[in-house]
Every structure is written in structure tokens, then in C-alpha cells.
């Protein structure tokens, strides 16, 4: 698979994706940043790109109950690797490279293995390769260019072969496609030539995946066809099955059909100028009845945290945030209804639903806990939304547009009070009533919430 950022890695939730029987990790802003299945779990390497031990550490920590085999990418040149002190950039730094994969071999279960290029003396390289290998990496793929050569350069086989006879652990010979490779048979052509004991093929699968056939390439539409319905089947972003067409098609992007996929703004476009309009329409009728399933089931079935719902009292309510002032919300008013009482401050405890990534949370006040039937976008609203249930079944006001809310409004025109050691104390500001600890169940940890 393609190098995905460490930092970017970091930010994600695992999530499993019952509607496509994936393992989606999620980014807070919903985006899929890598998706797997188990069909491809004994064979997919994550590749990554770090500069940093223990974020490479912790990345492999995320996903290696997920994947084959781990990878580290020291070899692209690409500003946007180098620039972060990633890709090729490591090639200057040998100490840095055996403090990255030395931490991932004794840290991870899976094998780890490492992607460079070759330096501007053979001496250079051979030195850096020996000292990869002592980290106890299980291969190494050499891409056999230096890090300021491009597709164009010729492939350096003689330098590959020379590491392939150095080292004891398996060399894998990378960037022939260029040159080197353009159907199967040409892939063992290679391997011979660099002496390695497999080929890393980047481009030249990018261009027609079927080069991989023992019986020869399909033909181009063919494998495009085929493409797509994965695609859709996998509700890959529509960007990025654009992207990957474009490489297939390359010099016919002016190409009527080119043309077409060059206009494509969604998935279905992408299909319907392949003709597969009936089959996307088919298969997104197949999701949505399966994701409906789902949403039907009991939360034994749908396999949330467990939760005991007596005397739990629900209503089937959303917040609104237009019916109510700028700064007041509901859960403003419990809070301030809570401190009124001397109460505890209420607690929430929030749940996302794997199926659609929607939230429920149940508030506890005075031992009594309140929920909304309604699932929601964000832990925001659905937290909003239970303080909504425990208000109206107290008969308390919510501080809605109209509704006299007569605490939060005489706390603002109070002077400063004392506190009991005789010291002036400010009213808190609206924006921080809500603040206190976040319960999410099944995380045990917690984390501040911030109010509305």
C-alpha cells in the first residue's frame, strides 16, 4: 500500500465498518484516512512515513493487528516526505534510521521491513544497508536510483545486485518499471538482473494491475471495470478512484471516456462514463438496505457497550442550536440548576455507534439517568440533547429562544460575591459552565469536553 503519515495515523480511530465488513481508520473529521479487510490481512504491508521512533512505534502499535507486515518508507523524494524529515530525507541521517527501525522490531509482532535509495557511492550504501540489517529488520527494498533521479534516470541494477550479495536478509529490487517491466514475464527478467529475491512493482501496477497475471495483461478496460466495482464495493472516495483511473488511462486522458472521467465529480459519474450506472445504483440500494439492518438491531447485536437501562427515562429529542440564545444551551441550564441545589455536577457518558459513527449519551443527575432515543453526529449534541431530556422531565426551563431562564440571567448581573475566606470571586463566564470531565464508555479513559 502507499505511505501514509505518521502524525496523520495518529489522529485516527479504529473503527469496524459492518456495512462494508472493513476496519476503517478514522480521522476526526470523518475522513477515512485506511481502510483494510480481512481478505487482505495476511498480505497487505502498511508503509509509513516517520521521522520519529516512538511515533513510528505508536502507529505500528494502531494497526498491526490489521495488516502482514510493517514498512517504513526511506526512500520517496518527494518534497512533501522530505520536507518533515521523512523519505528520502533519513538517508542523511543513519542514526535516526536504525533508532526508527531498532524501536519497530523490538516494539511491533510484525515484521518490519524498510524502502531507500541508493547513495551517491556504492561504499555509502553498502555501509547504510549493513547497518539497517543489524536492527534486525526482516528484508529491505532498494529503490536503485539516487534521491535527485526520476523515472527518466536509468535503474542502477549493478548497485542493487551488489547490496543483494552483501547482505543476508532478502533484497527487494524496486524501480524497473520505467525501463525494465512491462508485462510478467519481465518481472522475473528484473529479479535475475539485481540478483534480489523479489521486485517491489510501483508504476507499472499503478498502470494495469494485471501485470501481476501469469497469462498476460487484460485489457485495459477490462481491468478499469474492474477497478471500479471495488470501488464502489469498498465506498472508496470518489477522488481517489479518479486519480487511480487517470494513471490507467494516461496518454488516453483525451479520450472521449478520458474526457468523461476527467468531469466526474462523484462516484456514480465515475460509473456511469464506464457504464456501470445500473451497478453503482445496485450496489448503493444493497448498502443502505445493509446498513439499514444494522441500525435495526438490538444493541447486543450491534455489539455497543452493554448498558442498564432501567430506570433510565428517555425522550426522542435533537437539539436545535437556532431556537436557543447564542450563549446559553441546555446543558448550561442543568449545570446551573445542579450548583442551585448543591448537586453534584451532572456526568455524561457518551457512546458511538460503529455502524454510522453517531452518538448517544446518557446524563446522570441526582443518581437519575436521562437519555435521548436520537442518535447523533457529534458527542456535542447528543450530550446537549440528554441534558434536553433531564431538563423536561424535571419541568425546568432549557433556556430556549422566549423561555425565561431566570438563574443564568441574574448570575450575570450579580456583583462578584465572597467566597468564605473573605476573597472576591468572579461568576463564571457561560462559555466555561459546561467544562468537566468526558466519560466515554468502553475507553476507560477521560477527557475534558469542552462546553457549547
Known amino acids: 500500500m502507499e505511505e501514509l503519515i505518521d502524525i496523520k495515523m495518529l489522529q485516527c480511530k479504529r473503527v469496524v465498518n459492518e456495512v462494508l465488513s472493513t476496519v476503517d481508520f478514522v ?6 484516512v485506511f481502510r483494510t479487510c480481512e481478505r487482505e490481512q495476511s498480505r497487505v504491508v502498511f508503509q509509513m512515513g516517520t521521522s520519529d521512533a516512538e511515533r513510528a512505534l505508536a502507529v505500528a502499535r494502531l494497526i498491526e493487528n490489521d495488516v502482514a507486515g510493517i514498512d517504513v518508507n526511506m526512500g520517496c523524494p518527494k518534497e512533501y516526505s522530505t520536507k518533515g524529515g521523512m523519505g528520502a530525507a533519513l538517508l542523511s541521517d543513519p542514526d535516526k534510521i536504525e ?30 544497508v549493513k547497518r539497517i540489517e543489524r536492527t534486525g529488520i526482516a528484508a529491505i527494498a532498494v529503490h536503485g536510483r539516487k534521491r535527485e533521479e526520476r523515472p527518466q534516470h536509468p535503474v542502477s541494477c549493478e548497485v542493487i545486485k551488489a547490496i543483494a550479495e552483501t547482505l543476508s536478509i532478502p533484497v ?4 524497473g518499471s520505467h525501463d525494465h517491466i512491462q508485462q510478467y514475464l519481465d518481472i522475473e527478467d528484473f529479479r535475475q538482473a539485481t540478483a534480489a529475491s523479489s521486485v517491489m512493482v510501483a508504476r507499472a501496477a499503478m498502470w494495469n494491475p494485471s501485470i501481476f497475471l501469469k497469462e498476460g495483461l487484460r485489457p485495459l478496460e477490462e481491468v478499469m471495470q474492474t477497478y471500479i466495482r471495488y470501488a464502489v464495493q469498498y465506498d472508496n472516495h470518489y477522488t481517489n478512484t479518479k486519480y487511480c483511473l487517470c ?18 465529480q462523484s462516484s456514480q459519474e465515475i460509473c456511469e462514463a464506464f457504464g456501470l450506472g445500473a451497478f453503482y445504483e445496485e450496489t448503493t440500494r444493497e448498502l443502505d438496505a ?18 442498564d437501562d432501567s430506570g433510565v427515562i428517555k425522550m426522542a429529542v435533537k437539539f436545535d442550536r437556532r431556537v436557543y440564545p447564542r450563549q446559553i444551551t441546555p446543558k448550561m441550564c442543568l449545570l446551573e440548576w445542579c450548583r442551585r441545589e448543591k448537586l453534584a455536577q451532572p456526568v455524561y457518558e457518551t457512546v458511538q455507534r460503529p455502524v454510522d459513527r453517531l452518538f448517544c449519551s446518557v446524563v446522570t443527575v441526582a443518581e437519575q439517568k436521562y437519555q435521548s432515543t436520537l442518535w447523533d453526529k457529534s458527542k456535542k449534541l447528543a450530550e446537549q440533547a440528554a441534558a434536553i431530556v433531564c431538563l423536561r422531565s424535571l419541568g425546568l426551563p432549557e433556556g430556549r429562544l422566549g423561555e425565561e431562564s431566570p438563574s443564568l440571567h441574574k448570575r450575570k448581573r450579580e456583583a462578584p460575591h465572597q467566597d468564605p475566606g473573605g476573597k472576591a470571586q468572579e461568576p463564571a463566564l457561560p462559555g466555561e459552565l459546561c467544562k468537566k470531565p468526558f466519560v466515554a464508555l468502553g475507553s476507560g479513559k477521560e477527557s475534558p469536553l469542552e462546553g457549547w
Open 290 to 307: 445493509r446498513r439499514a439492518e444494522l441500525l435495526t438491531r438490538t444493541p447486543e447485536e450491534a455489539r455497543e457497550p452493554a448498558q
Open 247 to 264: 494513471q490507467m488511462l494516461r496518454e488516453q486522458l483525451e479520450s472521449p471516456q478520458g474526457r468523461l472521467l476527467h468531469a466526474a
Open 172 to 175: 527487494i529490487a524496486n524501480g
Open 27 to 32: 480521522a476526526p473529521d470523518d475522513r477515512v
Open 99 to 128: 533508532k526508527i527501525l531498532s524501536t519497530l522490531v523490538k516494539g511491533t509482532c510484525r515484521p518490519v521491513t524498510c524502502k531507500i535509495r541508493i547513495l551517491p557511492s556504492l561504499e555509502d550504501t553498502l555501509s547504510l
